[in-house]
């Protein structure tokens, strides 16, 4: 995918090919587990000293670069997408459903420790056909958070058809589970827990007046409200999505 989003030449018509591809089943399998980290300086000086400092730190715990994400284009296409990772939620209001489930929040190696597992429950899942088969070991998630960073979680990726009632239906069954397996694993609940839309009075999913108080004690709920001011500009007729990140005012 990143070979694709950094060539304005090809297409999601071309991924078949380059999966193909030698060079490029290497670096997938050399940054299957990777993390992007974003070094900020005050001063070329410190950069510099920051950059000695991340080296040293690759050398005492066996990791290291991936030097295709260094390459000049890919690099600062990775760096934009970071920076805009936080305000990307209302990229499918329109069109396909899509949510995040599990989230394994906790330390790093949590979350490394049990995502195999969590890929191999959501893939028996997919056989079912209500979800997309996306790869259930789609994950991503930071290494640090809003207000204060230390927050680590893997979110498995999970897409739906939003104008069909049974590949919505059964998309909520699937989330329903997930909190089940995560409970018996001992993981707690995952992000699909808070994120899935009222569904009346059975309790399972977060009701809306739950993720409101959720999003009124975020560090900066003004982001949902400007979120919500957003789409009701772009959706006056409220007929997109109505489970993604907002708050009325």
């Known amino acids: 995918m990143v070979k694709i989003l950094t060539d304005p030449t090809k297409t999601l018509g071309d991924l078949e090919e380059l999966l193909e591809d030698p060079e490029v089943q290497r670096i997938t399998e050399e940054s299957k587990r990777d993390f992007q980290i974003v070094l900020v300086g005050m001063t070329p000086r410190d950069i510099e000293w920051q950059e000695k400092a991340f080296d040293e730190i690759l050398a005492r715990t066996g990791g290291w670069k991936v030097e295709a994400m260094n390459e000049p284009e890919i690099n600062r296409w990775m760096l934009l997408y970071l920076i805009r990772l936080g305000h990307k939620n209302l990229n499918l209001v329109f069109g396909g459903g899509y949510d995040g489930c599990f989230g394994l929040l906790g330390a790093a190696d949590f979350g490394a420790s049990n995502a195999e597992e969590a890929a191999q429950f959501k893939k028996e899942w997919e056989k079912r056909g209500a979800i997309v088969e996306a790869g259930g070991d789609c994950m991503m998630g930071p290494i640090g958070g809003q207000g204060g960073g230390g927050t680590c979680l893997w979110e498995n990726f999970t ?55 959720i999003h009124l004690s975020a560090p900066q709920p003004s982001m949902f409200r400007y979120q919500h001011k957003v789409r009701e500009v772009l959706n006056p007729n409220d007929l997109g999505d109505a489970y993604y990140e907002t708050l009325e005012d």
Do not use: H, I
């Not at 058809?161 to 609940?189: H, I, N, Q």
């Open 159 to 213: 897409c739906f058809d939003s104008y069909d009632k049974e590949s919505v239906e059964g998309t909520l069954e699937f989330f329903d589970a997930c909190t089940e397996f995560g409970l018996e694993k001992g993981w707690g609940v995952g992000m699909e827990k808070w994120n899935s839309q009222n569904r009346g009075p059975d309790g399972k999913t977060t009701l809306k007046k739950e993720r409101d108080r």
